[in-house]
C-alpha cells in the first residue's frame, strides 16, 4: 500500500484512516492513491489536464535519456507495439485466408461490430429514448454517435488509454452540462435526466469495451498476473489473521461470504462500469452482514476492511487490476466521488494496496512463520481446524442427502406394494362380481367340429 495511506494495525485493531480515504487536494470527495494519486477524480483530471498543457510546448525540445536520436513518443508505445504485432503474426495466416479475394472496405463506411450485450443494451436505450422528445432523442443520438466514431477514426487501439479516459470524462461532464443548461432539455425531469446519463454511460462502454478494457499499451495485463500470484500465494490467510470478527463456522456467515466471493468473481463478465460498481456494493453488504451475524450487533467500518480484504483472498477474481482500473477511467465520477459506491470502491482499492505489501509484521507473524505459510510447508491451526469443520460440516449435509434418498426409496417401495395389493383387490373383485365359467362339454363339442 503507498505509504501516504496510513494503515494502523494491531491486535484487535485494523483500519484505514478515514481522512485518508479523502482528496489530498481538500474538496471532501473520496480520492485514490492506486488510480488518481491520491486525488479524486475531478482534482486529478484538472491536475492532468494542467501538467498536459505545460509539457506540451516542452515536447518539440525534450530530448531523450537514451540518447539523441531516440523518438520519445515510440519508446512510449513500443509495449503497444510489439503486443499487436505478436497479436498480428498469430492471426496473419487465418486473416489471409479469410481474405484473400475480399476488397478493403473504405475506412468511413466502415461500423463498429456490437458485441450481443451492446446490441441488447442499444435496444433498450433505443425504447427509452422513444419516451422522450424527439428533438432530444435524436440529439442524444448524435452526440454519442459522435464521441464513438471519433474513437473509430483514429483506431481505438492507437489512442492512448490516459486519453480515451478522457475523452469519455469529458463526454459524461459536456453531457450533464447541456441537460442542466439548455433549453432543449429544460422540461426533463430529473429521474429521466438520471436515466438518460446512466444509458449514455453503459452503452457507450459496453460498445468500447474491448479497445478500452486492459489496453495493450499499459502494464494492466502484467499486474492482474502479478496480483493473481500474490493472492494465491496468501491463501492460507485466516480471519482472525486480519482480525476481521468473521465467525465462518455459523452456516449463515459462511453462506453470505460466499456470495460475496461469488459477487466479486462476476464482476470481470459485466461490460459497464456501473455494472461492475453494483457487484462491488453487493458484495460489500454481503460481508456487512456477515458482519453483523458474527457479532451480533452492529458493524463499523473499522471492521468492515480486514473482512474485505479476506474475501479478495478467497475469491482471487480474475482481472482485478484490470477492472479497478477500468471503473477508475470511465466511471462517471459522480459516482466515485461520494456515496456508497465510492465508499466501497475507493475500501476495496485499500485492501488490493495492503494484499500487495502484505508481510509478516501485517499479520503479527514471526518472518520464519510467515515464510514457511508461503511455502505452503506449513499451513495455520486455524486453516487446518477450519477445513476440517468444513469438511465435517460437508459430510454431515452428504449423510442427511444420503438418508433423504433412503427414505425416497423406501416411500417408492412402499407405494409400489400398496399398488400392487390395490390392483390384485380390483381384479378379484371385478371376477367376482362377473365370474368367467368354462362349460367343459360345449369346449368338448367345438374341438371335434373342428
Known amino acids: 500500500m503507498d505509504s501516504k495511506v496510513k494503515v494502523v494495525i494491531g491486535k484487535g485493531h485494523f483500519q484505514v484512516d478515514q481522512k485518508d480515504l479523502l482528496c489530498k487536494n481538500g474538496c471532501g470527495y473520496y480520492g485514490s492513491y492506486d ?27 525534450k530530448k531523450s535519456p537514451l540518447g539523441d536520436g531516440v523518438d520519445l513518443n515510440k519508446v512510449a508505445f513500443s509495449r503497444f507495439t510489439e503486443k499487436k504485432k505478436q497479436q498480428s503474426e498469430r492471426k496473419a495466416s487465418t486473416v489471409k485466408a479469410l481474405f484473400r479475394k475480399s476488397h478493403e472496405v473504405p475506412k468511413k463506411n466502415r461500423k463498429p461490430v456490437l458485441s450481443m450485450e451492446a446490441q441488447t443494451l442499444g435496444t433498450e436505450f433505443e425504447a427509452f429514448l422513444r419516451t422522450l422528445k424527439k428533438p432530444i432523442a435524436l440529439d442524444m443520438s448524435k452526440r454519442i ?38 433549453p432543449l432539455y429544460k422540461d426533463l425531469d430529473e429521474e429521466c435526466s438520471a436515466k438518460l446519463l446512466d444509458y449514455s454511460e453503459r452503452y457507450l462502454t459496453t460498445v468500447l469495451y474491448s479497445s478500452i478494457f486492459c489496453h495493450p499499451a499499459t502494464d494492466d495485463e502484467d499486474k492482474d498476473l502479478s496480483i493473481q500470484d500474490r493472492i494465491r500465494s496468501l491463501n492460507w490467510v485466516t480471519p482472525s489473521m486480519l482480525d476481521a470478527s468473521l465467525e465462518l463456522k ?13 459477487d466479486l468473481i462476476v464482476i470481470d463478465s459485466k461490460k459497464s462500469p456501473q455494472e ?7 458484495c460489500s453488504r454481503h460481508v456487512t452482514e456477515g458482519l453483523r451475524l458474527s457479532r451480533k450487533d452492529c458493524v463499523n467500518a473499522d471492521e468492515f476492511l480486514p473482512a474485505l480484504i479476506y474475501v479478495v483472498l478467497q475469491a482471487n477474481p480474475p482481472l482485478l487490476h484490470s477492472n479497478l482500473n477500468f471503473i477508475s477511467r470511465f466511471a462517471n465520477p459522480a459516482h466515485l466521488r ?25 499479520l503479527n507473524l514471526t ?58 383387490k380390483e381384479i378379484n373383485d371385478c371376477l367376482q362380481r362377473s365370474p368367467w365359467n368354462i362349460h367343459r362339454d360345449a369346449l368338448q363339442h367345438n374341438t371335434q367340429t373342428e
Open 276 to 282: 461492475k460498481l453494483a457487484l462491488v456494493v453487493h
Open 250 to 262: 455459523d452456516h449463515g456467515v459462511r453462506e453470505v461470504v460466499d456470495q460475496a466471493i461469488a
Open 367 to 424: 518472518d520464519a512463520e510467515f515464510q514457511r505459510y508461503m511455502s505452503g510447508s506449513h499451513i495455520p491451526n486455524e486453516e487446518a481446524v477450519e477445513r476440517c469443520h468444513r469438511y465435517v460440516t460437508q459430510m454431515e449435509e452428504l449423510k442427511t442427502q444420503h438418508q433423504r434418498i433412503l427414505d425416497s426409496a423406501s416411500h417408492l417401495q412402499q407405494q409400489m406394494r400398496l399398488y400392487q395389493e390395490m390392483m390384485e
Open 338 to 362: 461520494s456515496g456508497e459506491e465510492g465508499y466501497f470502491f475507493t475500501t476495496l482499492c485499500c485492501a488490493v494496496a495492503f494484499i500487495e505489501s502484505i508481510n509478516a509484521e501485517s
Open 145 to 182: 454517435r459522435e464521441l464513438i466514431n471519433a474513437f473509430e477514426d483514429r483506431g481505438r487501439d492507437l489512442i492512448p488509454s490516459a486519453e480515451q479516459s478522457m475523452m469519455v470524462q469529458d463526454f459524461y461532464q459536456v453531457l450533464q452540462d447541456r441537460i442542466a443548461s439548455d
Open 35 to 61: 488510480h488518481w494519486q491520491g486525488y479524486c477524480s475531478k482534482c486529478f483530471r484538472d491536475v492532468y489536464l494542467k501538467s498536459r498543457s505545460a509539457a506540451q510546448p516542452e515536447e518539440s525540445t
